[in-house]
């Protein structure tokens, strides 16, 4: 068979992802728009143009291309292009995420790799406990505490329904470490004879000027609290299940609310609520910071003391031991065994003693 010979002019060349040299360089996008991300809904951001501003403008917008997998969260700082009107139908693109101030994570549990965050730049966490129906539960309490430790962020704890029960113990356990504490009530209205919240304003002046984010237990009242703070907000607001006393989950994604009739700008996040809060994502060394009074006294434990209950010479366990009387001791009891049990967990070793892990007491 002859060989079959080609020149120059059978070759031909289609255009297409070869015939382009790849580039690196992105577009620099100068006439960008700074925005705040106030609800994520299934790929589509909404956002908000100079917010809390006289200019301020609603609008919908992508996740441009080139970010890739970086995920964008409510109370992100960005940058979009595209139509910016804010018109009905119009879509914006964002094609920056802002440099983050704070970023709080949580894991679905103390061993999963995979970190969720939850909101950007909030300047507090608001754990919201029911001091009854449900019962409160200290470990999560804690374990929040060390999320928003770990992200450089205040905490307050927002006690509700305290006519149902005394907050006393609670605020002896946490208000000495350094976590400020609002107790809320359902009560009457003397003059209109309307329910409302004693404890609301005392409240809102803790969060006034501020980012906060609030996170709890489904049926603790956390979208009530958001309801009475924004009162256009509308979250719907769920009940406890009398036979698990757990709640029924009824906001569906976080989203960033702005308080009105503050001296300053002031917002709140309403996140749905969680029924566990996995650390994986904190180092476990860093696990004393969130309790403070341990860490002060944890500096005299011998170099290489691991804390836990098995240690020898631990100074924690002394600290215990000398307490001036029986209710100071209970409390410090209480609080070493709160950390050692985060401890336990976050480290993935067996201790019987461990009941509920990440999902808290």
């Known amino acids: ?20 040299p790849r580039t690196k360089r992105r577009p620099e996008h100068a006439d960008a728009r700074t925005a705040m991300v106030v609800a994520v809904d299934r790929g589509r951001y909404t956002v908000l143009l100079d917010p809390g501003g006289p200019d301020e403008t609603r609008i919908l917008a992508m996740k441009a291309r080139e970010l890739g997998r970086d995920r964008v969260v409510p109370g992100d700082r960005v940058d979009v292009v ?7 139908g119009s879509l914006a693109r964002i094609v920056r995420i802002g440099e983050r101030r704070t970023v709080l994570r949580r894991t679905a549990d103390d061993t999963d790799p995979v970190e969720r965050i939850i909101v950007a730049n909030a300047d507090r966490l608001v754990v919201v406990t029911a001091l009854a129906d449900p019962e409160p539960r200290t470990r999560m309490i804690d374990r929040c505490v060390a999320a928003a430790y770990d992200a450089g962020m205040e905490v307050l704890l927002a006690l509700t329904k305290g006519d149902l029960a005394d907050p006393a113990e609670l605020i002896a356990m946490y208000a000495p470490i350094g976590v400020d504490v609002v107790v809320t009530s359902r009560g009457v209205d003397p003059v209109t004879g309307e329910r409302t919240i004693v404890g609301l304003d005392e409240l809102r002046d803790v969060l006034t000027g501020d980012v906060s984010v609030l996170v709890g237990h489904s049926g603790v009242g956390k979208s009530t609290l958001v309801n009475a703070l924004v009162p256009d907000a509308r979250r719907a607001v769920g009940v406890v299940n009398d036979v698990t006393g757990r709640g029924r989950h ?24 969680v029924r566990s809060f996995g650390l994986a994502h904190v180092d476990p060394s860093h696990l004393l910071g969130a309790f403070p009074d341990l860490d002060a006294v944890a500096r005299e434990c011998p170099r290489g003391c691991t804390h836990l209950a098995d240690s020898p010479d631990c100074t924690l366990d002394e600290w215990v031991a000398d307490a001036p009387d029986d209710v100071v001791r209970a409390a410090r009891a209480a609080r070493l065994d709160s950390f050692r049990r985060l401890l336990v967990s976050r480290l993935g070793v067996e201790d019987e003693s461990d009941g509920d892990g990440a999902r808290g007491r």
């Open 1 to 20: 068979m002859a060989e079959r010979r080609y020149d120059e002019r059978d070759v031909r060349i289609r255009p297409g992802r070869g015939s382009r």
């Open 82 to 88: 595209g139509d910016t009107s804010g018109a009905e």
């Open 250 to 273: 009824t906001s569906s994604s976080a989203i960033a609310l702005e308080v009105h009739g503050t001296d300053a700008p002031t917002w709140v996040i309403d996140t749905p609520g």
